[in-house]
Nanobody, 125 residues
Framework: QVQLVASGGGSVQAGGSLTLSCAASGRTFSSYAIGWFRQAPGKAREFVGIIRENAGSTYYTDSVKGRFTISRDNAKNTATLQMNSLKPEDTATYYC??????????????????WGQGTQVTVSS
């Protein structure tokens, strides 16, 4: 089991910055990847980026590349989403999630089984 608490949302003008945090408890933090997602009103939930387990490699959706940075501190059980050069289209509720893996034979299935409660980010023009 993993429990996640997202925080750090707020309102900012376009071009500004915000830092979101995701505090985790339960399973060993370094054993799973953390993903960030967002959902704008009336739209489907969108993948923002991911940071892998121990090695910490990252991947971002194209719309945030170069502006957003995900990091993690395994000693503090915390992942961070640093958002710079924010745009009005970044307005959404942001969620962190923990990835689980299930391996059967040579096949591994990954799922986002655990989610934080979401934190609102509003970017005004």
């Amino acid at each position: 089991q993993v429990q996640l608490v997202a925080s750090g949302g707020g309102s900012v003008q376009a071009g500004g910055s915000l830092t979101l945090s995701c505090a985790a408890s339960g399973r060993t933090f370094s054993s799973y990847a953390i993903g960030w997602f967002r959902q704008a009103p009336g739209k489907a939930r969108e993948f923002v980026g991911i940071i892998r387990e121990n090695a910490g490699s990252t991947y971002y959706t194209d719309s945030v590349k170069g502006r957003f940075t995900i990091s993690r501190d395994n000693a503090k059980n915390t992942a961070t989403l640093q958002m710079n050069s924010l745009k009005p289209e970044d307005t959404a509720t942001y969620y962190c999630a923990a990835e689980t893996k299930e391996t059967v034979g040579t096949s591994t299935t990954t799922r986002w089984d655990y989610w934080g409660q979401g934190t609102q980010v509003t970017v005004s023009s």
